[in-house]
């Protein structure tokens, strides 16, 4: 691969789409080009555009990262958003644009060395997880149920998830004989309201009771949602009942979540509660030893150490970085160095607040400004006002935290991830056509940036 639309192929060609959507949404697409960790594509129509960026957003991001091997952000612009001259070298070959190509000569080797199994070899384990590492490789030995529910909650990108993974993995390789579920509560969820649509309940309820493992992720997605917990209330009794492992993971302990019946809630804490907590310094510097081993990567111990003392809160934000370095290292040949990492995790680096107290205090900011109450902000009310400040303080916390479009969902009571991207993309036109609307929304990020 030469070019960023050669990359840009290279995405395409892994969508999993019908031919139909193939056909009348991605081929239209144009990709721009690629600045650092952005990725500007182009669909000529602004209806295009939004339908586009709403519905295929998450599947370009994700394709963009399992192929450079570090996260992206994909925009979307139409003639809407560009000028005339852009206009004029858009009705030409894309190869007019060459000036913001980017080289990825040794792209596929970036791409072999980012492979990662999540899996006990390569979870490291230090004082901040050893008790959710002890109780998990219990739990993958197949025996009787140690921990029953075994629950383990941490703040984003800690390790659950790649906990699960291992236990699922090493059960699936030293006993095959099992029934092994590993699902995301998102997942469980559209598949019951599927099976109630479609009237399949049976066959779901005899998918999921059958099991001798259960592993559930992010569990926090049940709040709110009564009938879903209704049945996973079921599931697991069915399950505990009959000795069968189930773990779940959630973003906090069960008496945090909201809205969330006291009886699932109670089930949670049954067994063990095992938290995983921020990794210590030494952790964290043998985390990115590991990971550049795993890469073949080369990274000299002072840059190694300057990563670990700069990334403190997320593990995945580590590992990205590190994937990022690698993928550095193979296009410019050049060997890491501080001035490399400072350059990686910059994007990353952040000194602020747990994620769930960032995004009340932005919530609470917001509301302030727009005379609504937080409650309103989360609720499902329509009103013009409120849905404004709801628009606003999506996109503020998108701009802020990071985090996922589905994670933002989340916090606004469940919300899927096109609502997310709506509101985003909203908020960011209008910035584009009112001066005083953007300087609204700066001045909030800028608050947010004095007190997070």
């Known amino acids: 691969m030469n070019s960023f639309a050669d990359l840009y192929e290279t995405v395409k060609q892994k969508l999993d789409l019908t031919e139909t959507a193939m056909k009348l949404w991605i081929d239209p697409i144009q990709p721009l080009k690629m600045n650092n960790n952005k990725v ?68 596929e080797e970036a791409v072999t060395g980012s492979i990662y199994q999540h899996t006990f070899d390569t979870f490291i384990v230090g004082e901040s997880n050893k008790l959710a590492y002890s109780a998990c490789k219990a739990a993958a030995q197949g025996g009787d149920a140690v921990y029953n529910p075994l629950y383990i909650y941490s703040e984003p990108g800690l390790g659950k998830t790649h906990l699960l993974s291992a236990v699922s993995q090493e059960l699936s390789k030293n006993r095959p004989e099992l029934n092994i579920i590993f699902v995301h509560a998102e997942t469980f969820v559209n598949e019951y309201v599927d099976s109630v649509k479609y009237y399949t309940a049976d066959a779901f309820r005899r998918k999921y009771r059958s099991v001798d493992v259960l592993l559930v992720d992010d569990v926090q997605f049940f709040a709110g949602k009564k009938e879903s917990q209704t049945e996973l209330f079921h599931t697991f009794n069915e399950l505990h009942s009959k000795h069968r492992q189930v773990i779940f993971t959630s973003d906090r302990p069960p008496k945090e979540i909201v ?26 510097l043998a985390i990115i030893k590991r990971k550049a081993e795993l890469l073949n990567l080369e990274i000299p111990s002072n840059v190694m150490e300057y990563m670990a003392d700069k990334l403190k809160n997320n593990i995945r934000q580590l590992e990205g970085a590190i994937l990022k370095m690698n993928a550095l290292k193979l296009v410019t040949e050049f060997p890491p160095t501080i001035i490399m990492a400072q350059n990686v ?12 107290v960032t995004v009340e205090k932005i919530i609470n900011e917001v509301a302030g400004i727009y005379n609504v109450t937080n409650d309103e902000i989360r609720s499902q009310s329509r009103s013009a006002q409120i849905s404004t400040a709801r628009q606003v303080a999506i996109y503020v916390i998108h701009k802020i935290t990071g985090l996922s479009y589905s994670a933002i969902g989340q916090e606004f009571g469940g919300r899927d991830h096109s609502t997310i991207v709506y509101a985003i993309n909203k ?20 608050n947010m940036g004095s007190i997070t």
Do not use: C
Not at 349 to 356: E, F, K, N, R
């Open 40 to 107: 500007i594509l182009y669909v000529k129509s602004p209806y295009g555009r939004q339908i586009v960026a709403e519905n295929y957003t998450i599947l370009f991001e994700k394709h963009f990262r399992d192929v450079l091997g570090f996260p992206v952000e994909v925009e979307f612009l139409s003639e809407d958003d560009i000028t005339p001259e852009q206009k004029i070298k858009l009705d030409g070959p894309i190869t007019e644009l060459q000036d913001d190509e980017i080289m990825v000569n040794k792209l």
């Open 427 to 446: 908020v960011k036109k209008v910035i584009k056509k009112d001066n005083s609307y953007r300087a609204s929304i700066e001045d909030i990020i800028k």
């Open 345 to 356: 995790i910059r994007d990353v680096l952040t000194d602020q607040q747990p994620v769930p």
């Open 259 to 284: 809205n969330i019946e006291s009886r699932l809630r109670t089930r949670f804490e049954w067994g063990l509660l095992a938290d995983i907590s921020i990794p210590e310094f030494e952790t964290r």
